[in-house]
């Protein structure tokens, strides 16, 4: 049984086009997470959500809208892709009162062309 | 969050326990500790945290210097399948505070 899963897996679209990653937990956490990690392996959390409700939002750009229709899925849905979106995406999952173990799901790299 | 400093890479013999170094002087009261790791491709995977005791898991030990101002992940019998990428992360313990990754050290276990 996977915890966190993604889909899809790999991702290759062109600049301008609208693209959706989606992310489900089956652990029963409240609190999901987007993470973004660059070209340069640097990993830098995006968004936040606990119970459906947006916690963290750092400075994204508003192309990019997590969706939460439930607490088991976090879907990121971004607008008009540039090339410097271009990078491997990670959703992740904790419990509300254990927010530092968050459990990773398996990435979903998205190439933008 | 406190900034942390960790060596870019290392190398370890297979068997040999791993000493992962983490320097993290402007720490508060109220931090912890956290260690995780980043097998090729693949998420993060939480290792283990402290606040200032000494603490062991499953996966590592985590020893803490008295000052509290750096810190050190120990494999304690490096495989292969621990060649990663390990971060040491500074935070308050609870609430909604973000995980702030940096560069974090990448250890290579040689045969």
């Known amino acids: 049984d996977t915890a966190v899963s993604q889909t899809p897996k790999y991702l290759v679209t062109q600049m301008g086009n609208d693209k959706s990653i989606k992310c489900e937990q089956n652990?029963?956490?409240?609190?999901m997470y987007w993470y973004k990690q660059d070209s340069k392996k640097f990993l830098k959390i995006m968004f936040s959500?606990?119970?459906?409700?947006?916690?963290i939002n750092e400075t994204v750009p508003n192309r990019f809208s997590p969706k939460s229709p439930d607490k088991a899925h976090l879907n990121l849905h971004i607008n008009s892709l540039e090339l410097g979106d271009s990078a491997v995406y990670f959703c992740a999952s904790s419990d509300k009162d254990i927010t530092y173990e968050q459990y990773f799901g398996p990435g979903t790299r998205l190439t933008v062309t | 969050d406190a900034k942390t400093t960790q060596p870019p890479s290392m190398d370890c013999a297979e068997g040999r326990a791993a000493n992962l170094p983490c320097n993290h002087s402007t720490i508060s009261g109220n931090e912890y500790v956290y260690w995780y790791r980043q097998i090729h491709s693949q998420g993060p995977q939480y290792i283990i945290h402290?606040?200032?005791n000494n603490e062991t898991n499953e996966m590592a030990s985590l020893i803490i210097t008295e000052d509290r101002k750096s810190s050190t992940l120990i494999l304690p019998h490096a495989t292969l399948r621990d060649t990663a990428v390990y971060y040491c992360i500074v935070r308050v313990g609870f609430g909604n505070e973000k995980l702030t990754f940096g560069t974090g050290t990448r250890l290579t276990i040689i045969p």
């Open positions: 652990l029963g956490h409240d609190t």
């Open positions: 959500y606990n119970n459906k409700e947006l916690i």
């Open positions: 402290g606040l200032k």
